[in-house]
């Protein structure tokens, strides 16, 4: 069984900053691509940045210059740098990651999510 799991969600003024973490476990052989989504009320899911094992990223567009994704591959675990925060940011922030197993089988696996709320 795999898992990810989030955390450093909280409440932040706007301006300021936070970092999630996102730390997978269980039968991990190696893992792909890690990504953050965030999902606000009344909204659907989008995709916040994503990260290969070899360090490529890929930002959506609106977000550029404000968030950085980061992974430490010996650790599992996928970073997001959150600056300048503003309210619109405010959302809960899902962990997605494509893991392969020791056993061969794939897995696309998403967290619980962490709650960000930047209050103006």
């Known amino acids: 069984q795999v898992q990810v799991v989030e955390s450093g969600g909280g409440l932040v003024q706007a301006g300021g900053s936070l970092r999630l973490s996102c730390a997978a476990s269980?039968?991990?052989?190696?893992?792909?691509?890690m990504a953050w989504y965030r999902q606000a009320p009344g909204k659907q899911r989008e995709l916040v940045a994503a990260i290969t094992s070899g360090g490529s990223t890929n930002y959506a567009e609106s977000l550029k210059g404000r968030f950085t994704i980061s992974r430490d591959n010996a650790k599992n675990t996928v970073y997001l740098q959150m600056n300048s925060l503003k309210p619109e940011d405010t959302a809960v922030y899902y962990c997605n990651a494509d893991v392969r197993t020791y056993w061969g089988s794939t897995w696309n696996v998403w967290g619980q999510g962490t709650q960000v709320t930047v209050s103006s």
């Open positions: 269980g039968s991990i052989f190696s893992i792909n691509a």
